[in-house]
């Protein structure tokens, strides 16, 4: 079953130049890393790149993030990550990590974090960036 494509161009290119530095600089470190590592360190580094966009300050979160992220806090807690992940093919990473901010609620922010660390790793290891 193939994973729906979540990443634009944009995210794709950042990711793949992310995942290329980090093997380079694995095959210095440590040559002969098993491929249970190098996935850990490549979803750690994806997670790495989803809280630098969170940290990218924003001014007053348009009206439209703000209601979204009204909406997902009625959900309980077990379908708000699924709903931020349902934003990210609806309307982009960028959106659903900024209603992710506007829900102020670190767990869910966590969880988002690592549900999307995965995905973008079965991505790239199904566009062939990375070698599992």
Do not use: C
């Not at 161009?9 to 590592?37: D, H, N, Y």
């Not at 993030?65 to 709903?83: H, L, N, Y």
């Not at 990590?97 to 829900?103: G, I, Q």
Request: no cysteine; hydrophobic share 40%.
């Amino acid at each position: 079953m193939a994973t729906p494509e979540i990443i634009s161009s944009p995210e794709i290119e950042a990711l793949k130049e992310r995942v290329m530095q980090l093997e380079t600089r694995l095959k210095k470190e440590q040559p002969f890393v098993s491929p249970e590592k190098k996935e850990e360190k490549v979803k750690q580094d994806i997670k790495d790149y989803l809280q630098e966009l969170q940290q990218i300050p924003s001014t007053a979160a348009p009206l439209a993030t703000r209601d979204e992220a009204k909406e997902i806090k009625k959900f309980p807690a077990s379908q708000q990550v699924g709903a931020l992940v349902s934003l990210v093919f609806e309307k982009g990473l960028d959106a659903a990590v900024s209603v992710a901010k506007e829900l102020n609620n670190p767990a869910i922010l966590d969880e988002f974090h690592d549900i999307l660390a995965d995905r973008y790793y079965k991505e790239l290891v199904e566009k062939k960036i990375i070698k599992s």
